[in-house]
């Protein structure tokens, strides 16, 4: 028998739903504001192996992460939302040197577009009685992730994305912890079976095992988040890629069928999606805060993309590049000209190069 207490839970629950759908969130799911202490135990392993890499930020808030009191002790439950991001970019045109972006970045920041929108959600919330309403986008302690799955929003694929059915992995999670009493969603399950096609075709092998990745060889954290100098094995295997990766997540099959873009703030565009290289080496701040200001690449910096675009334009192996190139063996950031260097001396574009490391 549903008594009264749940039948309010139920319907406020339902009414937020709506309110979500309503701002422009494709996913949302609801769930307790309890520990997740399986997650809390694989973090710290996953942390004390290093797999986390220059992302000390993890270490710090791991006592936290695992449990939503935590962060917010008056929390009673978990607002998950997501929203789809796949859109479709044009050919760019043939003959020039380009470079891939992965698509999350092609358009708005996402922080931005969903947190507009959660704070509507939140302001909701607090017309609802709501005493407490505090929202993140990537940028808070808690394992989002592990959320989603017990939220019903999806479950976790082989490369540690989480798999929704309607989107696949191409979704953007956010969370919202409240006071108020909800019903509860029922957690995702789901089954990649025996494909293994995530850990064969990424280039690093950085998913060691099934839901096992090591950071530290991943071609997102090399050109996103880690700062400084690129192992030399690995600059070979990263490609044309400058920011980010989309291989584990194309190769999918819940991936192969793409939904319709949904949101304009997503749409790619042409300058960011398939940038042209050459400019891109000795872009100056200037240019690259006005370039990509509101979006994603404005985190990897001005320095950290041109050490990208230097290893691209080496992997590109084509002779157009090697005037740029050999004009950043002279640039004043160590990081750019050491990796200019690298694909300078001895390599096919035939130059000498100074020391580097």
């Known amino acids: 028998m549903v008594t009264a207490l749940e039948e309010s839970r139920t319907t406020l629950a339902a009414h937020i739903k709506e309110r979500a759908r309503s701002l422009g ?9 309890d520990p997740l202490p399986d997650h809390g135990e694989h973090l710290a392993d996953w ?27 008056e929390a009673q439950s978990v607002i998950v939302v997501g929203m789809y991001y796949r859109a479709r970019e044009e050919e760019p045109p043939q003959g020039t040197l380009r470079g891939q972006v ?30 407490t309403a505090r929202w993140y986008v990537d940028t808070g302690p808690l394992l989002d992730r592990a959320l989603a799955q017990r939220a019903g929003i999806g479950w976790f694929g082989k490369n540690t994305t989480i798999i929704s059915r309607p989107y696949g992995s191409w979704i953007f999670l956010g969370l919202l912890l409240t006071d108020l009493e909800l019903s509860c969603d029922e957690p995702a399950f789901g089954d990649c079976g025996l494909c293994a096609l995530c850990m064969e075709q990424c280039p690093t092998g950085a998913i060691l095992a099934p839901y096992l990745l090591d950071a530290r060889r991943c071609i997102s954290y090399l050109t996103i988040e880690h700062r400084g100098w690129i192992p030399r094995d690995l600059r070979p295997l990263i490609g044309n890629m400058i920011f980010g ?14 939904a319709p873009t949904l949101h304009p703030e997503f749409q790619p565009r042409p300058e960011v999606a398939t940038p042209e ?12 805060q006005v370039r990509f200001r509101g979006t994603a690449i404005k ?12 290893v691209a334009l080496g992997n590109l192996r084509d002779p157009q590049a090697v005037p740029a190139l050999v004009r950043a063996l002279s640039d004043p950031d160590p990081i750019v000209r050491g990796h ?11 130059r000498r190069a100074v020391h580097h490391q």
Not at 299 to 310: C, D, E, I, Q
Request: contains cysteine.
């Open 47 to 73: 942390l004390s192996r290093g797999f986390h890499g220059q992302m000390a930020y993890m270490a710090r808030k791991a006592q936290k992460a695992a449990d939503p009191r935590a962060v917010v002790p």
């Open 340 to 350: 200019a260097a690298f694909w300078t001396n001895p390599c096919p574009l035939g």
């Open 245 to 258: 990766c989309d291989i584990c997540q194309e190769v999918c099959p819940w991936n192969r069928t793409h």
């Open 25 to 33: 969130f494709d996913l949302v799911g609801i769930t307790s504001a």
């Open 299 to 310: 985190r990897t910096k001005r320095s950290g993309l041109r050490r990208n675009v230097a």
């Open 277 to 288: 290289l050459l400019p891109l080496l000795h872009i100056t701040e200037e240019e690259f």
């Open 102 to 131: 992965s698509c999350y970045a092609w358009g708005e920041d996402y922080h931005l577009v969903m947190g507009r929108r959660l704070e509507a959600l939140a302001a909701y919330l607090k017309e609802k009685g709501a005493k």
